[in-house]
């Protein structure tokens, strides 16, 4: 199975990264710190598994790898559950502060003393499906309307499960770009709350929270993993998971942080296409691709700005690599334990298994037998009758 991932198909460019700060000043210490004390605290809150796949690193020549599963968090299927939550949470709590001026606390908004007033807010957000599902939970726990926007690609399965929420789901044509610039005007008329994950020009804070509130994954990765690993390939997308990882691993590890190699499908690299040209860049969606999760053009300029001091590497791969991945994770090597993995969170696995299997650029990542990856596993089978399909086949 390992001879599917071909070197061959994948592009690859070493960035020359710009030297700054923005590790700890575009999201700070304190907002990782106040992120998690308010996510520790939610009902259901657990540390996802850190699995190590040393039978499949040992095929790969390579020390160890280590799968951050992120399928349980808080029953929702991924990571998200950790951003567009909290992210909510604190918009509410701007939104009451500017009407009240007065500080509410997050713990007065859960446990429902300003239903009253929340309920007359509507949070909106543009979605492939698991940033959604997090915002309608969160909406939900903290008590407000909530408008969820989805492009025509996105999954029945995936609606429901926003649906479910209470959220009022809103199917448009085109693709993600399409809805995130259709959910801007839309709450521009309405007067709604966009919480993105994704920012723009005088749009920064709800972003930040949800870079923040996926902190908690990181913080649980340093707890647990010591001594740091060598190398971290994260997921591309609008660039919001992989500035947040990187960001809280350099605050937490300093110099001694893992190299970061970023992964996109090749037909949304827009990272990629930004490194290539050294400035903010997007791409044209002609095709979804099957990572549905990544499917993003236009990168987010607040996780560029972190991108472009920390990423070493971008690598684009091709949508063939995912199937197999995700049933090799599902029917492991060895003694490696069985995961559940969506269509998005293999990126990282898919690369590694290409790049170890390549002299070339094993020598161009500085990948050898010692080296320790650390990858991001950003969602469980969040699509049922999909993840089924494709094992399946």
């Not at 969160?138 to 492009?151: R, V």
């Not at 448009?172 to 020009?201: C, H, L, M, P, Q």
């Not at 290409?354 to 080296?371: E, G, P």
């Amino acid at each position: 199975m390992l001879d599917t991932f071909s070197a061959d198909t994948i592009k690859h460019v070493s960035y020359a990264r710009h030297t700054g700060e923005a590790f700890k000043s575009v999201i700070t210490p304190q907002d990782f710190t106040d992120a998690s004390s308010e996510i520790m605290s939610w009902e259901g809150y657990t540390t996802t598994p850190l699995h190590p796949l040393k039978s499949l690193a040992q095929q790969l020549d390579l020390d160890n790898i280590f799968y951050k599963d992120e399928g349980p968090r808080f029953g929702l299927g991924s990571f998200k559950a950790l951003g567009g939550a909290y992210a909510a949470a604190r918009v509410l709590q701007r939104e009451l502060y500017n009407k009240f001026d007065k500080i509410i606390s997050l713990s007065d908004l859960r446990s429902g003393k300003y239903a009253s007033l929340t309920k007359a807010i509507t949070l909106v957000s543009a979605t492939d499906g698991n940033h959604g599902r997090s915002l309608a939970w969160g909406a939900k726990k903290f008590g407000a309307d909530c408008k969820i926007y989805i492009h025509a690609e996105v999954s029945e399965e995936r609606a429901k499960a926003m649906r479910y929420f209470g959220a009022d789901v809103i199917r448009i044509d085109g693709d993600y770009d399409d809805s995130v610039r259709i959910t801007k005007t839309n709450a521009e008329e309405n007067n709604w709350f966009i919480v993105s994950d994704t920012s723009w020009d005088n749009y920064i804070q709800p972003p930040t929270d949800v870079m923040a509130g996926y902190g908690v994954m990181t913080n649980e990765i340093t707890q647990e993993l010591s001594p740091p690993p060598s190398h971290v390939f994260l997921q591309g997308g609008v660039g919001g998971l992989a500035a947040s990882v990187c960001a809280a691993l350099r605050q937490k590890w300093g110099k001694a942080s893992p190299r970061v190699i970023i992964v996109e499908p090749d037909l949304a690299s827009c990272l990629y296409a930004s490194a290539m040209k050294d400035t903010l860049t997007s791409v044209q969606i002609t095709e979804e691709t099957i990572m549905a999760g990544l499917s993003c053009g236009e990168p987010s300029p607040l996780a560029w700005n972190i991108l472009r001091e920390e990423a070493s590497d971008f690598l684009s791969i091709p949508d063939m690599f995912i199937a197999p991945a995700m049933k090799l994770l599902a029917k492991p090597i060895g003694n490696d334990p069985a995961i559940e993995a969506g269509e998005s969170a293999v990126a990282g696995l898919a690369a590694i298994i290409a790049v170890a299997q390549d002299a070339a650029l094993r020598n161009d990542l500085r990948i050898d037998k010692t080296s320790r990856i650390l990858l991001i596993g950003s969602e469980g089978a969040t699509d049922r009758a999909l993840y089924d399909k494709i094992i399946s086949s």
